[in-house]
C-alpha cells in the first residue's frame, strides 16, 4: 500500500496559482463580449451579469471571487453601493468589534485610514490575484468590504453582511462629485446632467442603484440574522441607537457597563465625519485600492450630510428621481422619506 503523501504548501500555492489563472483567461474571453456605456471615472462601463462596472478592478475583482472566494461563517461583509457611508460604517463596524483591543487615546484610526482598517474585498483580491492564501491567514472576524450586488456573490456567503442604503438623490451627487476627482485628466469632467442622465438608466458603478438596494433588502427580509440592513437617514439620526445594533448583529453586544461608561458615545464621537475629516492621516495620505485606482484620503470626507442632493439638483431632477425610485420599490416595503 502506498504511503500517504502530506500536500506541500508549494503544491498548494501552485494550484491556486493555476486556478486563478484558469479565471484570468475567462476575463479575457468575456471582457471585449461585454456592453460598454460611458464610465463616470473610467472611459467606460462594461455590463456584465446585469450590473455595470469597471472593466479593470471591478470585474476581474467580482471574476475572482465568484470562482475561488471561501467565506467564513465568522466574517463580516460590509455591503454598500457606492457614496452610501461605507467610509463611516467601516469605522464605526471596525472599533465597535474591536473595541476590547484596543484604547479610544491609542485607537488604530487614529493614525489609519478607514479604508485600511477595513479592506474591500474586490480590489484585495484584484490586487492580490495569485492566491486567496492572505485573506486565509487573517483572524476572525475577518472585516471585509464590498459595492458587489447580493444576486452576484456565491451563494455559499454563509457569513453576515451589514448593508447600507442612502436617499438616492445624496448618492448621485456625492457619486459625481467624487467620480470627477478620481477622474483623468485627459478625459473631460462629466457634467451633472450627464450624471443625472446615466444614474437614471442604471448606469453608474455597480448600478442600477435600485437593483443594488432591492438585493440586499429582499435578503435582509427572508434573513434577517445575517443581513443588517440600515438607512444612512438613521444614522445620521441616531448614531448611538446604531452603534447598539451593530453590536448585537456582530456577535459583539454591549454590556450594560459599557454603557453607563459612555463607551457607545466614545465610538460614535471617535467615528464621526468631525474628527476623522480633521486627522492627519485622513487629510494627506492616500489609500491605494489597487494597481488602478489610487485615491486622496480626503475625498472620501466631503460634507456627509442628508438632504445635500437639494443643493445641486433641479426641482425636476428630484421629481424625477423620486418618481423612478418610486417606481422601482412599489410593493418593496422599502421607502426613503423625501
Not at 57 to 68: E, R, V
Not at 88 to 106: D, Q
Not at 266 to 272: F, N, P, Q, T
Amino acid at each position: 500500500m502506498a504511503a500517504f503523501l502530506p500536500i506541500s504548501h508549494t503544491d498548494n500555492e501552485q494550484k491556486c496559482s493555476n486556478l486563478m489563472e484558469k479565471t484570468s483567461e475567462r476575463y479575457k474571453e468575456t471582457l471585449p463580449k461585454l456592453p460598454k456605456a460611458k464610465g463616470w471615472m473610467t472611459q467606460h462601463l462594461v455590463h456584465y451579469q446585469g450590473v455595470w462596472l469597471t472593466p479593470k478592478a471591478a470585474l476581474k475583482g467580482l471574476m475572482l471571487i465568484q470562482d475561488h472566494f471561501s467565506p467564513r461563517p465568522t466574517d463580516i461583509l460590509l455591503a454598500t453601493f457606492p457614496k452610501s457611508g461605507t467610509t463611516w460604517l467601516k469605522a464605526l463596524i471596525f472599533s465597535t468589534v474591536n473595541r476590547s483591543r484596543y484604547s479610544f487615546s491609542g485607537h488604530p484610526l487614529l493614525t489609519t485610514g478607514p479604508h485600511d482598517c477595513f479592506p474591500f474585498l474586490d480590489a484585495y483580491v484584484y490586487e492580490n490575484d495569485r492566491c486567496f492564501h492572505h485573506l486565509d491567514r487573517l483572524p476572525p472576524p475577518r472585516l471585509l468590504s464590498t459595492h458587489i450586488p447580493f444576486t452576484l456573490l456565491p451563494t455559499s456567503m454563509s457569513c453576515r453582511f451589514v448593508y447600507i442604503c442612502r436617499d438616492p438623490k445624496d448618492v448621485l451627487v456625492s457619486k459625481w462629485l467624487f467620480m470627477n476627482k478620481l477622474r483623468p485628466k485627459q478625459l473631460p469632467p462629466i457634467s451633472l446632467e450627464e450624471a443625472f442622465e446615466l444614474f437614471c438608466q442604471g448606469i453608474s458603478h455597480y448600478g442600477p442603484y435600485w437593483d443594488h438596494v432591492l438585493g440586499y433588502w429582499k435578503a435582509s427580509l427572508e434573513n434577517p440574522e445575517k443581513i443588517l440592513f440600515l438607512k444612512y437617514e438613521d444614522l445620521k439620526k441616531e448614531p448611538c441607537a446604531v452603534v447598539k445594533r451593530l453590536g448585537e448583529f456582530t456577535g459583539h453586544p454591549f454590556s450594560l457597563e459599557e454603557e453607563r461608561r459612555g463607551v457607545v458615545q466614545e465610538i460614535v464621537k471617535l467615528c464621526s465625519f468631525e474628527n476623522l475629516s480633521n486627522l492627519e492621516v485622513n487629510k494627506t495620505s492616500v489609500q491605494k485600492f489597487s494597481r488602478d485606482i489610487v485615491v486622496d484620503n480626503r475625498h472620501f470626507f466631503r460634507k456627509g450630510e442628508v438632504g445635500d442632493g437639494k443643493n445641486y439638483l433641479t426641482a425636476e431632477m428630484m421629481e424625477r428621481l423620486n418618481a423612478i425610485t418610486a417606481e422601482k420599490l412599489h410593493d418593496s416595503g422599502l421607502v426613503f422619506g423625501y
